[in-house]
């Protein structure tokens, strides 16, 4: 039972490049999100999903894309990568009805 | 112990106080706040949970309280240990499986 499992764990990328943050979940958690944690800015959400095929918008969605075709994955997109977007990214899930979010380990982006 | 008002981002105790991390919370309508610890290079771990309708919470060495009126969360850690030493975040969610609103955090730092 792996959990949360988030790759890559870095990643650095030039300026307009695009690319996908990946996130795996082993537990059937039907509900999952993204949320980036920046220096003195504590945890912001960016986009969650209650079930497969059901993406909803958080504090800052601007810039990233997800869908949710598995209950599995949620994977999230940068379509044209910013030096704004250099943060640290945390993908979570929880069963439905529970707010107990599980957490995986992060990805270190750095936009360049 | 060491207490602070609301919220600051630091926190530095000696080893064996108690602790107490305090936060405001934003939505009089959340009815389910978390407190979540982080330490470096970790994704957020749950500590403890409360609902709404309650006022006090007890886990191991964590209390959580919970006053409605003034919007405020507090975390008190009993004889704190070099081992809590890690950012804390409360949480707060208003319907069961969306995403959970985060704080910006305290880095509670003990020293032995």
């Known amino acids: 039972n792996a959990g949360v499992t988030q790759t890559p764990k870095f990643q650095v990328l030039k300026t307009g490049q695009s690319m996908t943050l990946q996130c795996a979940q082993d537990?059937?958690?039907?509900?999952m999100s993204w949320y980036r944690q920046d220096p003195g800015m504590g945890l912001r959400l960016i986009h969650y999903?209650?079930?497969?095929?059901?993406?909803d918008q958080g504090e800052v969605p601007n810039g990233y894309n997800v869908s949710r075709s598995t209950t599995e994955d949620f994977p999230l997109r940068l379509l044209s990568a910013a030096p704004s977007q250099t943060s640290v990214y945390f993908c979570a899930s929880s069963p439905p009805g529970d707010y107990g979010y599980t957490f995986g380990s992060g990805t270190r982006l750095t936009v360049v | 112990g060491e207490s602070v008002g609301l919220h600051l981002p630091t926190l530095s105790v000696q080893e064996g106080d108690n602790s107490i991390i305090n936060c405001a919370y934003s939505?009089?309508?959340?009815?389910?706040f978390i407190w979540y610890k982080q330490e470096s290079g970790k994704g957020p771990q749950f500590i403890i949970d409360i609902r709404s309708n309650m006022d006090k919470r007890q886990g191991q060495r964590v209390t959580v309280l919970l006053n409605k009126t003034v919007k405020h969360l507090s975390l008190q850690i009993a004889a704190t240990q070099p081992g809590d030493s890690a950012v804390y975040f409360c949480a707060e969610g208003f319907k069961a499986g969306t995403a959970l609103i985060f704080g910006k955090g305290t880095t509670l730092s003990v020293s032995s």
């Open positions: 939505n009089s309508a959340s009815d389910y």
């Open positions: 537990m059937n958690h039907e509900y």
């Open positions: 999903s209650v079930g497969a095929g059901i993406t």
